[in-house]
């Protein structure tokens, strides 16, 4: 019999993908004496249990819960138990009429009617692919056998099916990824001039569908210029809204709340979940057309694989339906990870299509912010020209060739700002990208200071404004990446100052001497790099301004490349969004640490200098030379 | 400065790059009104427009409270947005415009081309050209 059942289930596994599960289930049903049997996928997210295959019996839809049924309660989640605490093999019980099966069972009219009695119950386990067997601690299955009462069953039998089923339904996990991956890079190929809205259609209308039977799904994607999700794509939206209206702010309602990753992405009950968490008051802003009311959801945010923490999307469902009838079924971890998988690869070709806008804009950008200081030189030095021995003053002789000579120095630091944004990598000695002085950092901030002037007189502000004091001692540093450091956080705090007249900008640079410091670990939760838990020697130096603050949302974000706040577009159109990067570059290049250490009135950054940049031992070590 | 020609300058850039070209003129005996941006230029252009002889617009421009950063492309061509809303207010529209920009792009081009508006390079320009091309365009 095992080679029968061996060798029928090697024959089941010979075929399509899709019909994988089935034509399992079908082997067994025809090696084994049976009246019939079912593997149902459990859910321990929901705490639900779905049919995934049956043979021998077709209940009619309107049966829900010969479909899908709560784990709890039910006789599958009795013998889940008893498998889990007496670690059963599988479970074989004379008669599910008796006492207590009866009771749990869900169905007992279908007992009756089928004069189903022996009931044998084995537990197919999730496939861990990194050891290559069965995961005994994680139950993804429950095949139900109803046999002949007579059939002499082993538990040999149990074993072997077991193993097929596990490592079939593994197989099949892949396979449908793999099969995912093609189906999406073909739309993709065969994308033509379409935009990603259109390329989206075929996504949810069908490719989704091979694989997860639902009612609603609509994709949303990331507009960082108004901080909302609108909506490029869908299967309907309750009342045909215009599309363009239809979009969620961030932190609105459950949508929104997932943006943020603050909720959960699979819910088994949606109005259940919106009573709970909104206290009845938020119905929803927008929600899929569905033909049953909407129950089962799950949300998937597509993140920037370049961007850390970036969201581009989000891809909602609304109502799976169960593979074998129209009855609504539950969104799972399987459900999850595939679409998952898919978001990643919608993901690489969101993220290639902005990044190919965001290189124009920022090659457009960068020329335009090296042509304005030039273009200044130029109009300056051909009026200086003409002027010098007539109309001119020796006073405006000397403050025009001032005015050349701070706008040299601008671009000069813009040219060296995009040096070290694009410079250097970890291959690179540090000892190639930076010559180490004995600076005095108090006189490189007041030259700093001295080099924002026509940046402070551009914005029409009192560059007296600029307040430098405390402990700013000397170091051993490359004063020409430390000058980087300093006057990009001046000249962030000049950008992003408020602009009502009634706001008077200032800007403090303030340095403490520490014996021993311990950087605040609250404040600075959000940016991954620093170095926690550890008290160091060294200064401490607070750069505080009374401008339009950091947003707390977006603080792991403001050291990436090509960051900028995007509501600042409406005050402020300039800048490559290099400046905080490569502050953060050089901090870190010579063991400092950066943070945001209050995010408005004032906002803070705080930079901890350690001792060792008193002396230029650190210059000698290893991972400095080498 | 009473009675003396008056320009209305929009650039964000109003007290950095462009300043030789502001002083030239001032120099000449014009009056530069500055804005920055969108709401600062309503204001401006509401105040003075009776008496204004050119707008000199930048097109790389902040957004401001009302324009839609999208139609504006992230800000790329706010300028002409601006223009054309100029153009369609009638109080305003016999006002002579120049596209004074760094920006050398090809949708530009045409905006100013189809608009027969003068449509000039800051870095192709020195601040006597300038000067030479307001006095040639003005009201």
Known sequence: MEAILLKALFKASNCNNSNLITSLLSA???????KMCTLWKVNFLTGHLSVHAREKYEPVSKLDFEYVHLIKGSLIGHFIDIIVSEKKKYIDIPSVLDQPYIDYHQSPDRVRSLKLKRMICIPIYDFDESKCEANRSNIGAILNIYPEDDFDFDLSYAEIIQEHFSLSISRSKLISREELTRDIMSVYENRGGRDLGTLFKPIIDKIFRKYIKYEGCSIFTWDPFSNKLDLVQTTGILGNPNTKDVYYYLGEGLTGGIALGEKEYIISDVNYYRKKNYDGNYKYKWRENTRNDPLSFMAIRIMSPSRVSEILGIIRFTNKLNPLANVIDQFNKDDYELINHASNMIALYMDYDQNSKIRSAFALQMAHEIKGPATFIRASSDRLQKRWNSSFSKRQVNSELRDIFDYSELQIILTSTIEYAW?????IPKSNLYHVKRV??????????????PIAREQAIDFNSINIEGDLPYLFIDPTAFKQVFINLLTNAIKYRKRSRTERFKVSIKGYGLKEYQIPESNNIKVGYLRKNIRKVGYLINIIDFGI???????NKIFNLGYRRKDVLRLDVRGLGMGLYVVKKVLEDFGCTIWVSKFSDPTIFS??????????????NSTWRD | MEGSEMILWVDDDIYGSVRPFIEELELSGKRVIKAQNPEE?????KEYYKDIKIIVMDVLLPVGKDIDPDEAQMGLITGLLLLDK????SAYSDIPLIIFTILNDQVVHEWAKQHHVKYVLKQETLPSEFLVLVEENKK
Do not use: C, H, Q
């Open chain 2, 41 to 45: 230029m309503w204001d401006k252009l």
């Open chain 1, 440 to 453: 005095r950092l108090l006189d490189l901030i007041e030259k700093v200071k001295k080099l924002a002037i």
């Open chain 1, 28 to 34: 067994v049903a025809n090696v084994f004496p049976v």
């Open chain 1, 423 to 427: 410079r250097g990598s970890e291959d």
């Open chain 1, 607 to 620: 930079i901890f200098l350690p001792n060792t940049l008193r002396d230029d031992n650190y210059t000698k």
């Open chain 1, 549 to 555: 603050g950091v947003d707390p949302n977006e603080v």
């Open chain 2, 86 to 89: 100029i153009l369609k207010k």
